[in-house]
């Protein structure tokens, strides 16, 4: 199947830092990538939806000034969490459709982002 | 609003049970309905379903989805301990290619 991976898998932050998390479809080419949150005990929330080459879509309550999202090649996306406050703090999840268009989403293994 | 509800929220039972985990959907454009399974990490695919009726398995894991009552079951048999995890639905919506998530159903087996 294909294979997404994250960088970095776990980060502490400083409150006023920015981060940033990298997301690699490393087998295939992704036209589109996905960025979701997920709070503990929570399901995947979608923060916005990003193709590559063009901006990114976000979701109703997102700050795209916040988290912002490059999606420069079929094969990466990065989400940058500028500014980071204890709030933020929360498992980021990406994934990636192919070229095909089939439905299915392939997930990386997300990034524990704990913002002190 | 497209939505997804599944049920129950959690459920715990014995090894060697059988469970049925429900998920209904309300979505535009439906395309799919998707079943995955996360443990501590990031969720894993375990079914895409786009035709009602035909019954998918995997295993001791078998899913089915009826487009009419707009309801999906993932039916796991003989559960193990390492069964146990949130199992997540998500429809597809076809145009702008998005999963919309339930709530997840934890599923805890107790040897």
């Known amino acids: 199947g294909a294979v997404v991976s994250q960088h970095p898998s776990r980060v502490i932050c400083k409150s006023g830092t920015s981060v940033k998390i990298e997301c690699r479809s490393l087998d295939f080419q992704a036209t589109t990538m996905f960025w979701y949150r997920q709070f503990p005990k929570q399901s995947l929330m979608l923060m916005a939806t990003?193709?590559?080459?063009?901006?990114?879509?976000?979701e109703q309550g997102v700050e795209k000034d916040k988290f912002l999202i490059n999606h420069a090649s079929l094969t990466l996306s990065t989400l940058t969490v500028t500014s980071a406050h204890p709030e933020d703090s929360s498992f980021y999840i990406c994934?990636?459709?192919?070229?095909?268009?089939?439905?299915?989403?392939?997930f990386g293994p997300g990034t524990r982002l704990t913002v002190l | 609003e497209d939505k997804v509800v599944q049920s129950p929220l959690s459920l715990v039972v014995h090894e060697g049970d059988t469970v049925t985990l429900n998920c209904s959907y309300e979505v535009t454009n439906f395309r799919s309905l998707l079943w995955y399974k996360q443990e501590k990490k990031a969720p894993t695919f375990l079914f895409m379903l786009t035709s009602s009726g035909i019954e998918k398995k995997s295993g001791r894991l078998s899913s089915i989805l009826d487009k009419k009552e707009l309801f999906s079951i993932l039916n796991i048999t003989a559960t193990q301990t390492g069964d146990s995890a949130i199992y997540l639905c998500a429809a597809f919506e076809r145009s702008a290619r998005q999963l919309t998530f339930g709530s997840g159903t934890q599923l805890t087996v107790l040897p």
């Open positions: 990003s193709n590559e080459g063009s901006k990114a879509t976000y």
């Open positions: 994934s990636a459709t192919g070229t095909s268009g089939y439905d299915e989403q392939f």
